[in-house]
């Protein structure tokens, strides 16, 4: 795996970490509801990514 | 006429707090002495941004008339999200006039600017759902749901 690559996929599970983050504190108040949120959307955001990247994978080597 | 002129002021208000926002994102909530969110919102969207430039990216002029050379829908609409930076995407913007800000310009020909780029477009995107939901919070009594205390 090179090291632009590695890159990608960090900032691919930082930046939607991210996201979720920001909608989960916008969301609620307190710490523990913002926590639950966070981390179903997280998780929810990266599972549709990685479908996105294995359509894109087998398209690109049809 | 009292409550025209308290209307006004509360109009006007709201356009600084939302606009104090933008520019320093997560600053509207330490106005509303909700400290712990604004400062959180702030590390968040600050350090995706300083990650951003720190890789070689940066917000760019781009060309806006349609039929040019250079111009491309993607990109005029990538700087509009961009901008929602606040302050520091426009000194990013800045960095391309001489005021010794160069260090700051965005580096096209390495090879993660497009990556470096988005960073940028994921913190401002971000802040403009914090702008928003500052509005919501605070000013928009219709979408106001029963919320608790704010930390």
């Known amino acids: 795996m090179t ?13 939607s970490f991210i996201v979720a983050l920001i909608f989960g504190i916008n969301e609620f108040d307190t710490v523990k509801p913002i926590v639950r949120a966070t981390i179903r959307r997280w998780v929810k955001l990266l599972l549709a990514l990685i479908v996105i990247g294995i359509i894109v994978y087998i398209w690109s080597g049809i | 006429m009292r409550k025209e002129k308290s209307d006004k002021e509360l109009t006007e208000q709201k356009i600084v707090e939302c ?21 959180v919102l702030f590390a968040i969207i600050m350090v995706t941004f300083a990650i951003g430039v720190a890789l070689g990216g940066g917000v760019i002029w781009p060309v806006w008339i349609p039929g040019t ?12 999200v961009q901008l929602g930076g606040g302050v520091p995407a426009l000194i990013s913007l800045a960095s391309d006039l001489d005021l010794g800000l160069a260090f700051l310009r965005g580096r096209e020909w390495r090879g993660v600017f497009d990556l470096a780029s988005f960073y940028l477009l994921i913190s401002g995107a971000m802040n403009y759902f914090v702008v928003m939901n500052f509005y919501d919070r605070y000013y928009n009594k219709r979408h106001r749901k029963p919320m608790e205390k704010t930390p």
């Open chain 2, 19 to 39: 606009l104090l926002c933008w520019l320093i994102p997560g600053s509207g909530f330490l106005l509303k002495k909700a400290y712990v969110r604004g400062a």
């Open chain 2, 69 to 80: 050379e250079g111009f491309n829908i993607v990109n005029c609409l990538t700087f509009i």
């Open chain 1, 3 to 15: 090291e632009r690559g590695l890159l990608n996929i960090i900032s691919l599970i930082y930046l």
